[in-house]
Nanobody, 127 residues
């Protein structure tokens, strides 16, 4: 059974930083592109980032470009989302996901390629 588990969420003031971690078990980690999504209350889920199996290509949503960065360590089955200069509008539940592929030049529509989802971790940014 594949398990995707996020950690590292919390509360921070605007301008602060958080790092989310996500581990995958029960699957061959480097078979997957690893993605982050988020969903704010009353809003649709949106893609945040996706990193290909070997880390060679990374896509970000425009709203986080330059502030967020993702990386992975295939030897540890772990992927990270470093979030800097956080804004109140970044407040959401963040989900890690194992995807069949990342898409070229976008994270929109990526959710249809997701095979396994984590349960989410809350990030709250106060002004």
């Amino acid at each position: 059974q594949v398990q995707v588990m996020e950690s590292g969420g919390g509360s921070v003031q605007a301008g602060g930083s958080l790092r989310l971690s996500c581990t995958v078990s029960g699957a061959v980690f480097d078979d997957y592109g690893m993605a982050w999504f988020r969903q704010a209350p009353g809003k649709e889920r949106e893609g945040v980032s996706c990193i290909t199996w070997n880390g060679a290509e990374i896509q970000y949503a425009e709203s986080v470009q330059g502030r967020f960065s993702t990386s992975r360590d295939n030897s540890k089955n772990i992927v990270y989302l470093q979030m800097n200069n956080l804004k109140p509008e970044d407040t959401a539940t963040y989900y890690c996901a194992a995807a069949q592929t990342c898409l070229a030049d976008t994270v929109q529509g990526l959710d249809v390629w997701v095979d396994h989802w984590g349960q989410g971790t809350q990030v709250t940014v106060s002004s």
